[in-house]
C-alpha cells in the first residue's frame, strides 16, 4: 500500500527566500505526482504536477522528481506572505490519476 | 465555470443524528470523489464514481457513511448515526475521467459532532 510523507511538518520562511518542501513515498511504481495548496478554510488548488524524473515549473513552483530515491520536491521561488497555506503531495499510479494518496501536508509560513 | 460546490460549508450535529453533505461536481465531468480530512490522517478517499457508478467505497467508513449520485450532477454523502470521531472537514472533488485529467477539489464541509 502505497504511503506517503511530507517534511517537514511546519516552514516558516521569510518573504522573498526560497522554500523547499520535501515529499517521499513507497511505491516506485507510481507515475502521477501533484502539489496541491490549501489555504485555510478553502480547497485544494493544484499547483503543478509531474509525471517523469527532472523537473517541472509552473510559475513560481518547480517540483522536483526522482523516482530513484523515492522523492518529489517542491521549491518555491520569492514566497509571498499569500503563499502562507497547507501544501499536499499526492501520488497515484499510471492511469489511476484518481487513485490519490495523499501526505498530510507542510504547513507553510512567509513572515513579511 | 463554478467549480465544485459544496453545501453546507459548516455543519453542527449532536452525537447519533443524522447528516447530509451536499456536492455538485464540475459541469461535465465524469468522475466524483468524497474524502475526509484531519489534521492527523490528513486526506482519505471515502467513495469514488465513475459516471454515477459507485466505483470503490471506502472500506474503514462503509458502516456509517453512504455517498449516492442521483444524477451526473449532484452527490450526497450520509453519515448515520453521526459520532464525535466524525468530527473532519469533507471534501468532494470531481475530474473529467480520473485516469491523468486534474482533480477540482470543492471548498469543504467542516462537520463538528458534539
Known amino acids: 500500500q502505497q504511503k506517503v510523507q511530507q517534511s517537514p511538518e511546519s516552514l516558516t520562511v521569510s518573504e522573498g527566500a526560497m522554500a523547499s518542501l520535501n515529499c517521499t513515498f513507497s511505491?516506485?511504481?507510481?507515475?502521477?505526482f501533484r502539489w496541491y495548496r490549501q489555504h485555510s478554510g478553502k480547497g485544494l488548488e493544484v499547483l503543478v504536477s509531474?509525471?517523469?524524473?527532472g523537473e517541472k515549473e509552473e510559475g513560481s513552483f518547480t517540483a522536483h522528481l526522482n523516482r530513484a530515491s523515492l522523492h518529489v520536491f517542491l521549491h518555491i521561488r520569492e514566497p509571498q506572505p499569500s503563499d502562507s497555506a497547507l501544501y499536499l503531495c499526492?501520488?497515484?499510479?499510471?492511469?489511476?490519476?484518481?487513485?490519490?494518496?495523499f501526505g498530510t501536508g507542510t504547513s507553510l509560513l512567509v513572515d513579511p | 465555470d463554478a467549480g465544485v460546490t459544496q453545501t453546507p460549508r459548516h455543519e453542527v450535529a449532536e452525537k447519533g443524528q443524522t447528516i447530509i453533505l451536499k456536492c455538485e461536481p464540475v459541469?461535465?465531468?465524469?468522475?466524483l470523489f468524497w474524502y475526509r480530512q484531519t489534521k492527523i490522517q490528513g486526506l482519505e478517499l471515502l467513495s469514488y464514481?465513475?459516471?454515477?457508478?459507485?466505483?470503490?467505497d471506502g472500506g474503514a467508513f462503509k458502516d456509517r457513511f453512504k455517498a449516492e449520485m442521483l444524477n451526473s450532477s449532484f452527490s450526497t454523502l450520509k453519515i448515520q448515526p453521526t459520532e464525535p470521531k466524525d468530527s473532519a472537514v469533507y471534501l468532494c472533488?470531481?475530474?473529467?475521467?480520473?485516469?491523468?485529467?486534474?482533480?477540482?477539489f470543492g471548498k469543504g464541509t467542516r462537520l463538528t459532532v458534539v
Open positions: 472533488a470531481s475530474s473529467l475521467d480520473g485516469r491523468d485529467t486534474e482533480v477540482f
Open positions: 511505491d516506485r511504481s507510481s507515475d502521477n
Open positions: 509531474i509525471f517523469s524524473d
Open positions: 499526492a501520488v497515484s499510479p499510471s492511469n489511476m490519476g484518481y487513485k490519490l494518496t
Open positions: 459541469s461535465g465531468h465524469n468522475d
Open positions: 464514481f465513475r459516471s454515477k457508478s459507485l466505483m470503490e
